[in-house]
């Protein structure tokens, strides 16, 4: 049974951080990559970032030089921060495993986070 726990979301002003976690249960985690989601409101559900079990990165244009993905394999965990943030980055963003190919490419296996608020106001 895979599970993925999402922490950290909240209200933050335009320009503020926010920490994400996702602690992952299970032999999911070594071995595959993970990735963050955010939907917002009447918006499909996006890919923000992703990382490989190797370390590899793969993030969205909206996000790059503000967003960053990391995993400590230890811990089974998975983090993103969220630095100048901006209120078109409110959403709901889940945390998902999948696999990353040679390209950088993150395909999403059907494990889902119940995914965490992250409000910003401007």
């Known amino acids: 049974q895979v599970q993925l726990v999402e922490s950290g979301g909240g209200l933050v002003q335009a320009g503020g951080s926010l920490r994400l976690s996702c602690a992952a249960s299970?032999?999911?985690?070594?071995?595959?990559?993970m990735g963050w989601y955010r939907q917002a409101p009447g918006k499909q559900r996006e890919l923000v970032a992703a990382?490989?079990?190797?370390?590899?990165?793969n993030y969205a244009d909206s996000v790059k030089g503000r967003f960053t993905i990391s995993r400590d394999n230890a811990k089974n965990t998975v983090y993103l921060q969220m630095n100048s943030l901006k209120p078109e980055d409110t959403a709901v963003y889940y945390c998902?495993?999948?696999?990353?190919?040679?390209?950088?490419?993150?395909?999403?296996?059907?494990?889902w986070g119940q995914g965490t608020q992250v409000t910003v106001s401007s």
């Open positions: 990382i490989a079990s190797g370390g590899s990165t």
């Open positions: 299970g032999s999911i985690f070594s071995t595959n990559a």
């Open positions: 998902n495993a999948g696999r990353m190919d040679y390209s950088r490419r993150y395909y999403p296996y059907d494990y």
